[in-house]
């Protein structure tokens, strides 16, 4: 028996993009939180906790794009044209995003409050338009022929809005307590304080999208409410309000690591209900992986290339997180 390498390139993609919405969450989770700390030294502390690692952590998205092409140029070329718009919006939002992050160290005071704006508004853009390109993926891309058949504006509906401002949530619940375990003293109470009612409403934001994706979606509330799938996948709900209720307690007393991690496991038992409502489909609703797949000569080529650059990419990640580890305080900063 063969190895399926359609199966193994999904892996590799799911897995890229996991590694993206994580390490990338944090750092864009910060600047959503830029508007609710206005002292300039708290913002300092602030973008000084992920200085030394922020633009290695989209190292993901281009690996999860460009195994897309290789693996499923049918999928690259159907996504790309049914979210032509919202993915420029978002590249323009991570643009600005990543040119306010270097231009602001360098800004005159006077200067810095702009590229503080533009910091916040590339971070609020990015996250909102990953949020809605996600919900218009769910609700399904209109391919008639292998081709993309629907509009520029099919994305523009409720569900999509919705999911933009739940990511923008999400990661602002990552940037949070990235902060709680990276600063100290007044930052962290204020970030302590703050991490309650978003774990609250990122609660709220999980059950609405699993109640609405079944409600609207016959093929989801099949795959979610029959048996015995009802069985197997009862404890991912269980194990998100558990996860929740061990947020909050975990923000009693002096946490470190406690909350960032649980609010990963929360990011990922939401990936998991996303990724068992979709799956086969790697084109919603009706495409599934094998039919989207390249030939398997392509696969096996860019199979070469893609186990020997990830866990290179894996080490040297580990090993900037490594280094700067630790406590970041005003007046601590990397150039």
Same mark, same amino acid.
């Not at 892996?11 to 390490?23: A, D, K, P, Q, S």
């Not at 996600?134 to 058949?149: K, M, N, P, S, T």
């Given at each position: 028996?063969? +190895?399926?390498?359609t199966?193994?390139?999904?892996? !590799?993609?799911?897995f890229?993009?996991l590694?993206?919405?994580v390490?990338?969450?944090?750092?864009?989770g !910060?600047?959503?939180l830029?508007p609710?700390?206005?002292?300039?030294?708290?913002?300092d502390?602030m973008?000084?906790?992920?200085?030394?690692?922020?633009?290695?952590?989209?190292?993901?998205l281009?690996?999860?794009?460009?195994?897309?092409?290789?693996?499923?140029?049918l999928?690259?070329?159907?996504?790309?044209?049914?979210f032509?718009?919202p993915l420029?919006?978002m590249?323009l939002?991570?643009i600005?995003r990543g040119?306010?992050?270097e231009?602001?160290?360098k800004a005159?005071?006077?200067a810095?409050?702009?590229?503080?704006?533009?910091?916040?508004?590339?971070?609020?853009?990015a996250?909102?338009?990953?949020g809605?390109?996600?919900?218009a993926?769910?609700?399904?891309i209109?391919?008639?022929?292998?081709?993309?058949?629907?509009g520029p504006?099919?994305w523009?509906?409720?569900?999509?809005?919705?999911?933009g401002?739940?990511?923008?949530?999400?990661?602002a619940?990552?940037?949070?307590?990235?902060?709680?375990?990276k600063?100290?003293s007044?930052?962290?109470?204020?970030m302590m304080?703050?991490?309650r009612?978003?774990?609250?409403?990122?609660?709220a934001?999980i059950a609405?999208?699993s109640?609405?994706?079944p409600?609207?979606?016959?093929a989801i509330r099949?795959?979610?409410?029959?048996?015995p799938?009802l069985y197997?996948?009862?404890?991912v709900?269980?194990?998100?309000l558990?996860?929740t209720?061990?947020?909050?307690r975990s923000?009693?007393?002096?946490?470190?690591?406690g909350?960032?991690?649980?609010?990963l496991?929360?990011?990922?038992l939401g990936?998991s209900?996303?990724g +068992?409502?979709?799956?086969p489909?790697i084109?919603?609703p009706?495409?599934?992986?094998?039919?989207a797949?390249?030939?398997?000569q392509?696969?096996g080529?860019?199979?070469?290339?893609?186990?020997?650059?990830i866990? +290179?990419?894996?080490?040297y990640?580990g090993?900037s997180?490594?280094v700067?580890?630790g406590?970041?305080?005003?007046?601590d900063?990397?150039?």
């Amino acid at each position: 028996m063969g +190895i399926d390498l359609t199966l193994l390139w999904a892996i !590799i993609i799911l897995f890229g993009i996991l590694m993206y919405v994580v390490m990338d969450g944090f750092d864009l989770g !910060i600047g959503i939180l830029y508007p609710f700390f206005p002292d300039e030294h708290d913002r300092d502390v602030m973008m000084n906790t992920v200085a030394p690692v922020w633009d290695g952590n989209e190292t993901w998205l281009v690996l999860g794009g460009a195994g897309l092409l290789a693996a499923f140029p049918l999928a690259y070329s159907v996504v790309l044209s049914a979210f032509m718009l919202p993915l420029i919006f978002m590249l323009l939002g991570l643009i600005f995003r990543g040119v306010a992050f270097e231009f602001r160290f360098k800004a005159t005071d006077r200067a810095r409050p702009f590229w503080d704006k533009a910091f916040i508004g590339g971070s609020v853009v990015a996250t909102f338009f990953q949020g809605v390109t996600l919900g218009a993926y769910l609700e399904g891309i209109d391919v008639v022929g292998r081709q993309f058949a629907g509009g520029p504006f099919d994305w523009f509906r409720p569900f999509p809005l919705f999911t933009g401002l739940g990511l923008i949530v999400a990661y602002a619940m990552l940037g949070c307590t990235w902060l709680i375990m990276k600063t100290d003293s007044r930052l962290q109470e204020r970030m302590m304080a703050l991490a309650r009612p978003l774990a609250l409403v990122l609660l709220a934001v999980i059950a609405i999208v699993s109640l609405w994706t079944p409600i609207a979606h016959e093929a989801i509330r099949q795959r979610w409410f029959s048996t015995p799938n009802l069985y197997w996948f009862a404890p991912v709900p269980v194990l998100v309000l558990v996860c929740t209720w061990s947020l909050l307690r975990s923000l009693e007393g002096r946490p470190q690591g406690g909350p960032f991690v649980l609010t990963l496991c929360l990011v990922f038992l939401g990936y998991s209900g996303l990724g +068992i409502s979709l799956w086969p489909n790697i084109i919603p609703p009706n495409i599934d992986l094998w039919e989207a797949a390249g030939p398997p000569q392509s696969q096996g080529f860019a199979l070469v290339g893609a186990l020997f650059i990830i866990p +290179i990419i894996l080490m040297y990640t580990g090993w900037s997180y490594y280094v700067f580890r630790g406590k970041v305080r005003a007046g601590d900063g990397y150039h």
